[in-house]
């Protein structure tokens, strides 16, 4: 499986975007990319996925350049209760995460 | 629908004590899934069940088993507890394991082995 590189932690401000990088620059041609997020010790929450075209729920956005090489995670407006750990995972199953330490990311007032 | 549930929230073992943490999912998913957390760590897989009736190892089953007792219910149990294996445990679900099925994540087990 490809790894993934994030940056530990972010802070952004309430109300305004959170865009959130995630490099996976051996990642294969059947692997997805998925973001979960983990707030505060609670079980982690799936967000979104995608394969080569950017995706957009009613949670978040998600970036992947041409090459697939990395992505980004956006949350348009984001709030305090947004304020967790966010996990890029790539996998050819979504049965078959592999969860690094992701990005601590922390919205503040 | 409940989701995924885990009973207990908290336990405390004492070396070589034996437990059994329980997982239930009301999603009629097929696969099952167990991750212990460390302290500022990620979730690393113990166990997994594709389907009732087949349970596979993850990257750290030593120490552990697992039982799908039917669709529902996916149990871990500790023989001989030890203090590395206090952690968090999350129990999860999905469909199935193709790439578009994501998992759903239960609350969490807190365990301390002293």
């Known amino acids: 499986d490809a790894k993934t590189t994030q940056p530990p932690s972010m802070d952004c401000a309430e109300g305004r975007a959170a865009n959130l990088p995630c490099n996976h620059s051996?990642?294969?041609?059947?692997?997805?990319v998925y973001w979960y997020r983990q707030i505060h010790s609670q079980g982690p929450q799936y967000i979104i996925h995608?394969?080569?075209n950017n995706e957009t729920n009613e949670m978040a956005s998600l970036i992947i350049t041409e090459d697939r090489k990395s992505s980004t995670l956006i949350l348009p407006h984001a709030t305090l209760r947004d304020t967790a750990v966010y996990y890029c995972?790539?996998?050819?199953?979504?049965?078959?995460?592999?969860f690094g330490q992701g990005t601590e990311l922390s919205v503040k007032p | 629908n409940a989701g995924v549930t885990q009973t207990p929230k908290f336990q405390v073992l004492k070396t070589g004590q034996s437990m059994t943490l329980q997982c239930a999912q009301d999603?009629?998913?097929?696969?099952m899934y167990w991750y212990r957390q460390d302290p500022g760590m990620g979730l690393r897989l113990i166990y997994y069940?594709?389907?009732?009736?087949?349970?596979d190892k993850g990257e750290v089953p030593n120490g552990y088993n697992v039982s799908r007792l039917n669709k529902r219910e996916f149990s871990l149990r500790l023989e001989s507890a030890a203090p590395s294996q206090t952690s968090v445990y999350f129990c999860?679900?999905?469909?199935?394991?193709?790439?578009?099925?994501?998992?759903?994540f239960g609350p969490g087990t807190r365990l301390t082995v002293l």
């Open positions: 995972i790539v996998s050819n199953q979504g049965g078959k995460l592999i």
């Open positions: 999860a679900s999905s469909r199935d394991r193709s790439p578009t099925d994501t998992q759903y």
């Open positions: 999603m009629n998913h097929n696969s």
């Open positions: 069940s594709a389907s009732e009736g087949t349970t």
């Open positions: 051996t990642i294969s041609g059947n692997e997805y």
């Open positions: 995608g394969l080569k």
